[in-house]
């Protein structure tokens, strides 16, 4: 009885066919992305049109920015445009993103309430903000913000310091010299070193303390012998308020949209992580006397941080990105100034577009990287 024959050939191992697909699939990429950069050039050279940033130092910009937090006119270059949208950009995220985390912890924490309706209420709001576009709270709160405050003539007398009105939230503003920023400068490091004071305490003993209070009373003695600052009150002047300093309808629509809708989905993330913490933590706090609110705070929260960091960080991301959609109610961010018209006006598209991209990506990432810090600090103190 004859023997079978086998073909001969070479077998590969798992590994060894792993790294071959892997190979392949990392030349496909580079070809793919080398056949489009090769078309872009054709394409650009078929239109005459060269490749390159220039154009964020053209004069004039030739177009106004309905809020600003930094010193801007028409007359000025398109990048300084493009960063006064990123500074808005940051200032709505950072808003929203604060607004949000409150909002979703105190929901997250109702809908685990013994109280029913609390509980009941808290469900009826996460399922409302999650199951509706974040556009249309975008869209909505605009609306309501513009049809329910009155004109700057009838605007909400907040104590004589704040008003509100259909053009905004007037809040007052501090002034003063140019040596101003010094005092501001003096102050926080007035702030952080007192700060520093506390751990030195706890870690290296009172020398250094003794040393770092000496730095924080000269500190505080620059604040006190620098200039005066003054605080400026909005004042109705005209058909509008001079004077301070105005947050507009859209920046506040659109900050509290953000917030509104994400609070739904940080609430979940909360909820998810109080129950995955034992329920034996719980009752121990309230054996030792501990009330609701204090074994909430002191023992549950700080180890069902852990669970939530994670998942509160991807949140954080989706707010930042969701900001975009400023240009719906006409709120100059990033995307508006050097994604709308800085684009239009120079035809720079390309470039515009990646310049965006990049923008937020850098954002995006320094978001994940504290976010990632603070974790791994959690992990530290309660591993």
Not at 11 to 23: D, K
Not at 175 to 203: C, E, H, K, M, N
Not at 250 to 262: D, G, N, P, R
Not at 365 to 379: D, P
């Given at each position: ?229 003054a605080i400026e009150l909005p004042e109705l002047r005209g058909f509008n308020f001079a004077g301070g300093t105005t947050l507009i309808p859209e920046f506040v629509a659109l900050a509290w949209a953000l917030a509104f809708y994400t609070s739904g989905f940080i609430a979940e ?115």
């Amino acid at each position: 009885m004859t023997a079978a024959i086998r073909p001969s050939g070479v077998r590969l191992s798992g590994r060894a066919r792993t790294a071959v697909l892997q190979i392949a699939l990392l030349a496909a990429v580079f070809c793919l992305t080398a056949w489009l950069i090769g078309n872009v050039v054709q394409n650009f050279a078929a239109l005459d049109k060269g490749f390159g940033f220039s154009f964020l130092w053209r004069l004039p910009a030739n177009y106004d920015i309905n809020q600003t937090l930094i010193a801007y006119t028409s007359a000025d270059t398109h990048l300084r445009a493009a960063f006064v949208g990123l500074l808005n950009t940051l200032a709505v995220a950072a808003a929203g993103i604060v607004a949000a985390t409150v909002l979703g912890f105190l929901v997250g924490a109702l809908r685990l309430s013994r109280n029913w309706l609390a509980s009941r209420l808290a469900a009826v709001y996460v399922e409302v903000t999650r199951n509706t576009p974040v556009l249309l709270f975008v869209l909505l709160w605009h609306a309501i913000l513009i049809a329910a405050l009155p004109a700057p003539r009838n605007a909400v007398d907040l104590g004589g310091v704040v008003f509100l009105s259909n053009r905004g939230a007037h809040l007052p503003r501090l002034v003063g010299g140019p040596d101003l920023w010094l005092l501001l400068l003096a102050l926080a490091a007035s702030g952080l070193t007192a700060f520093a004071i506390l751990r030195l305490v706890r870690q290296r003993g009172r020398h250094l303390a003794a040393a770092a209070a000496g730095i924080a009373v000269f500190a505080a003695f620059l604040a006190l012998s620098g200039p005066r600052p003054a605080i400026e009150l909005p004042e109705l002047r005209g058909f509008n308020f001079a004077g301070g300093t105005t947050l507009i309808p859209e920046f506040v629509a659109l900050a509290w949209a953000l917030a509104f809708y994400t609070s739904g989905f940080i609430a979940e993330i909360v909820r998810a992580g109080i129950l995955s913490v034992d329920r034996g933590q719980g009752e121990a706090a309230r054996a030792l006397g501990l009330g609701e609110g204090q074994t909430m705070r002191l023992v549950v929260l700080p180890q069902a941080l852990r669970a939530i960091v994670p998942p509160l960080t991807s949140e954080y991301l989706s707010l930042t990105k969701n900001s975009s959609l400023a240009i719906a109610i006409g709120y100059m961010d990033l995307v508006a100034t050097l994604g709308g018209i800085t684009l239009n006006q120079t035809g720079r598209e390309m470039e515009a577009m990646i310049l965006v991209m990049g923008v937020y990506l850098a954002i995006s990432a320094a978001i994940a990287y504290l976010m990632n810090r603070y974790n791994a600090r959690l992990g530290r103190i309660y591993g």
